[in-house]
């Protein structure tokens, strides 16, 4: 057992350094096996770089022969080229030389004809100058006597043939111009046909029955008295049935009249301390319908930006007349009808409508202000800071000669309104009748001579004799005359009194 033990002691002993003697030797011959590999591909990798630069110097050589090729294409082909740009150039030269030799030659020919020319001339001249002298003996007269006897008959006999040539020339105008003219205004009125309803100065309640008369007169008319007093109309009570009237020259008394009835007879209850009541209750509630009134008429035409205040005056134009035709529904259409005048003309289109839709502002306080409405109309417009184009529309619409195209558009604008059948309700015979009767007021005074009554009865001129009347006079017969004019007529807006005293002293020196 000792001995086994022993002899795997020495086995061990001798093998493990035997053992690591030939791990070295393996270890020796592995590494050179691994170094012989390692140089082979480093000596791979060498011949390949060397191929590939051999490679790319051919490759280099290759495109260096190419470029220079190309090059000595290109040159060859700016040779070629530059040889025929100097063909042609030398070939231009010589033209131009040429050229130059032909026009030098037409140079000298022309001077010599401009020599005989000149030659030519001065002989002309000579013999003008003989047959001229000649003509003067023969005519006793100098040249320029003759000249300007020669001009006078001229001047005469064209002053006749262009005297007739205009006046032909100005009648074909004005008939070309009237035609134009009716047509650009019938196409306008095409474009805007309003319908129109003449509006009288009465207005009609009807009542639940005839009982309800009774007690809107009251005990001894106490109550209709109140409603007249207070409203500034006269309530008509007759025989027709279930209905009663109202009279008076303002349409917003009568409406404002007629929306109190109607509020007192819904109530029942009538007596003074509650037709106040109602009055007052009607009054603002006639407020609303005016702002509302000319709120809608602002927006029907087109314009905003309007101050409210302008809008409040506008709406009162509901309840104004002018001959029987509503100012409100007037305004409106001449609004429309000057926007498409100026359209027509080439006109300022906003203005025309602006000014044709507040021309007659005036008219809402005329009764009111003292002044004539165009004249309450431009200090309105004034007032609220509206641009003078269209205070020109305004304060000028009734002018023979308005001062801009658009105030001159609204002045035709307001006459077609004005002028549409069944639009006012004055007939022929009825105007002439007012004015008859406006002139036959004033003839009724002592040293009246003349009076015309002017711009459809808005003004009435009084002639007087100077001998008879005196300037003091005057002036109290033009008082004397509106007071009994406003006792007497019934008329719209305001009438001008204008008193006139002219002396002519005319002699004849003989």
């Known amino acids: 057992m000792i001995a086994e033990n022993l002899i795997w002691v020495i086995l061990t002993a001798v093998g493990i350094p035997g053992g690591m003697i030939t791990g070295y030797f393996a270890r020796k011959v592995w590494a050179a096996k691994q170094i012989d590999t390692a140089e082979a591909k480093l000596h791979a990798l060498i011949q390949e770089t060397k191929n590939k630069q051999k490679e790319m110097m051919m490759e280099a050589r290759d495109k260096s022969i190419k470029l220079i090729d190309d090059a000595k294409r290109e040159t060859e082909s700016r040779r070629r080229e530059l040889s025929h740009l100097q063909e042609r150039l030398e070939k231009r030269e010589s033209l131009f030389d040429q050229k130059l030799l032909d026009l030098e030659e037409k140079q000298q020919k022309l001077y010599e004809k401009a020599n005989r020319l000149e030659s030519a001339k001065k002989e002309i001249l000579k013999i003008k100058d003989e047959q001229m002298a000649k003509l003067e003996q023969i005519a006793r007269l100098t040249r320029e006597e003759a000249k300007n006897v020669l001009i006078s008959n001229m001047e005469k006999e064209m002053k006749e043939e262009l005297a007739i040539r205009m006046t032909k020339l100005q009648r074909e105008n004005n008939d070309e111009l009237e035609k134009e003219a009716k047509n650009i205004l019938s196409r306008v009125i095409q474009r805007c046909a309003s319908p129109h309803t003449a509006e009288t100065t009465t207005t009609i309640v009807n009542l639940p029955s005839d009982e309800m008369k009774g007690r809107i007169i009251g005990r001894e008319g106490r109550n209709i008295k109140t409603l007249e007093q207070l409203t500034g109309v006269e309530i008509i009570v007759d025989d027709t049935p279930e209905a009663i009237v109202i009279s008076g020259f303002s349409p917003i008394r009568r409406h404002l009249a007629k929306r109190a009835l109607e509020k007192l007879i819904q109530d029942g209850r009538i007596h003074p301390g509650r037709i106040e009541e109602t009055i007052e209750t009607a ?190 006079q005057a002036i109290k017969l033009a008082k004397n005359i509106a007071k009994k004019i406003e006792e007497e007529l019934r008329y719209p807006g305001e009438i001008k009194v204008n008193v006139i005293r002219e002396k002519r002293i005319i002699e004849y020196a003989r």
């Open 283 to 472: 009054k603002k509630e006639l407020a609303l319908d005016i702002k509302k009134a000319g709120e809608e008429a602002a927006y029907e035409v087109g314009i905003a930006g309007l101050d409210p205040k302008l809008v409040q005056i506008i709406g009162r134009l509901k309840y104004r007349t002018s001959y029987g035709q509503n100012i409100l529904r007037h305004s409106i259409e001449v609004a429309n009808l000057s926007a498409l005048l100026a359209e027509e003309l080439g006109a300022n289109v906003t203005t025309a409508r602006k000014g044709g839709f507040l021309h007659d502002i005036g008219k809402a306080v005329d009764q009111e202000v003292q002044g004539t409405h165009p004249e309450i109309g431009e200090d309105i417009a004034k007032k609220f800071g509206l641009s003078k184009e269209i205070i020109y529309c305004i304060a000028n619409h009734h002018d023979d000669n308005p001062p801009s195209l658009e105030s001159l558009i609204v002045k035709t604008a307001d006459a077609i309104s004005g002028s549409r059948p069944g639009a006012r309700k004055d007939t022929y015979e009825q105007y002439l009748q007012r004015l008859n009767e406006l002139e036959d007021v004033a003839k009724s005074f002592e040293g009246v001579e003349k009076v015309y009554a002017i711009q459809a009865g808005r003004e009435v001129r009084i002639f007087v004799t100077p001998d008879k009347i005196d300037d003091l």
